[in-house]
Structure formats: C-alpha cells, structure tokens
C-alpha cells in the first residue's frame, strides 16, 4: 500500500471517526435524554395519579356498599309489613344529596388526574386523547344534569326521593367510566416506561460501543498520518 493510498484510509477513518462523534451526541444528549424525560414525566404524573385517586374508588364501593344496605332494609321493612306507614323521605334525601355530592367531587377530580397523567404522554399518543374525549362528553352532560337535580328544593317526597337515587346511579356509572379512563392510562404508562428502560439500555450501549470505534478509528488516524508525515 502507497503513502497515498494509506493517507487516504488515513483521512476516511478521520472524518468516519467524526461523523461516530456526532451520532453519539446524537445518542447521548437527544435521543436518550429525551427518552428519560419522558420516563421520568411519566413516572412522576403516574405517581400523582395513584395518589389523587386511590380513595375515589374506596369511597364509590362504600357508596354501593351503603345503598345495597339501604336496599336491604327496605326490603325488610316490607316484608314486616312497614311499608303501609308514611315515609319521611326528608333525611333521605338529604343524606342521599350529600353523598353524590361528594361522589361527583370525587368523580371529576379523578378525570382531572387522569386528564393530567394523559397529558404526560408524547403528542403521538392520540388514542388515549381521544378516549379521554369520549368520556369528557358525558361526564360533563351528567354533571350538569346532576347539579341541576341535587339543587335545594323544597320537595321532599317519593318523586324527589326517587330523582337523587337516580342522580346517584348516574354519577356512580360515571365514576366507572373515569376509573376504566384511569386504568388504560396507567396501563398505557406503564408499557411507555418499559419500552423507554428498554430504549435507554440500548441508547447506553451504543454510545459505549460508538465511542470505542470512533476512538479506535480516530487513533489509527493519527497514527497513520504520523507515520506518512514521517515517511516524507
């Protein structure tokens, strides 16, 4: 091989050991640390999530719990023969309104938190945006609708009695579709930060391999244009 020819070879590892630089910026500063923001984004909104809404379905099976024993008792009430005496339904009712109350409270704070958890998705994630979409829409139908019927009314009979069990029913099967929101958010998540870990690992590899390529390359490099300098 010629001087020339080894001056050539000399030059192409210089710039291949360049471009290897490059890619591995690339590597290390871009791809990989946008990757870890995104797990760490993710983490920190799943972390909250869980935090924000673990009562809210604690607090909907203590509701069902309560009103399958409400159930029970008027059943037994009837079975006694006490369903012929007038009922006060103004404790009732009262009781009821306070409850989904707190249930819808509960409810919207939960779409909120998976809303913001969503949020902490890439753009590309357009799936869950748009299943949050379809849950956005009834929920804000129910709400207005439930506001308008726990409104203080002066009514404290069956109907009125009847229209806050409704009311309640409404907002419970709400609160089914936000926590399924939820769930497919966190699940969602959760492959998100694996796929990440996983991607990360890779990226970590890379470099160390890019690196020492781009090291070796850059030193036979130099020690080929050394010795062509010499050889002059």
């Not at 910026?25 to 870890?36: G, Q």
């Not at 998976?114 to 949020?119: C, E, Q």
């Amino acid at each position: 091989m010629t001087k020339k020819q080894k001056a050539k070879i000399a030059k192409i590892c210089g710039i291949i050991a360049i471009v290897i630089a490059a890619l591995t910026f690339i590597l290390k500063e871009i791809v990989k640390e946008n990757l870890k923001d995104l797990h760490d984004s993710l983490t920190k909104a799943e972390f909250q999530f869980r935090t924000e809404s673990g009562q809210t379905v604690i607090s909907l099976q203590i509701l069902v719990g309560q009103e399958q024993a409400e159930l029970l008792r008027i059943q037994d009430e009837k079975r006694a023969g006490k369903d012929s005496t007038p009922q006060d339904f103004s404790t009732l009712i009262t009781q009821d309104t306070v409850r989904a109350q707190e249930a819808l409270a509960e409810v919207n704070s939960d779409f909120d938190s998976a809303s913001r958890l969503i949020d902490a998705f890439p753009s590309t994630a357009k799936d869950l945006r748009n299943l949050r979409e379809q849950v956005r829409g009834p929920l804000e139908k129910m709400n207005t609708q439930v506001r308008e019927t726990l409104k203080t009314k002066p009514d404290h009979d069956l109907p009125r009695f009847v229209a806050v069990k409704f009311a309640m029913i409404s907002v419970i099967l709400q609160g089914v579709s936000v926590a399924l929101l939820g769930d497919a958010a966190l699940t969602a998540a959760r492959r998100v930060q694996e796929a990440s870990d996983y991607l990360i690992r890779i990226c970590t590899r890379a470099v160390y391999c890019l690196v020492l390529l781009g090291f070796a390359l850059g030193l036979y490099a130099a020690i080929t244009g050394i010795k062509s300098e010499s050889a002059e």
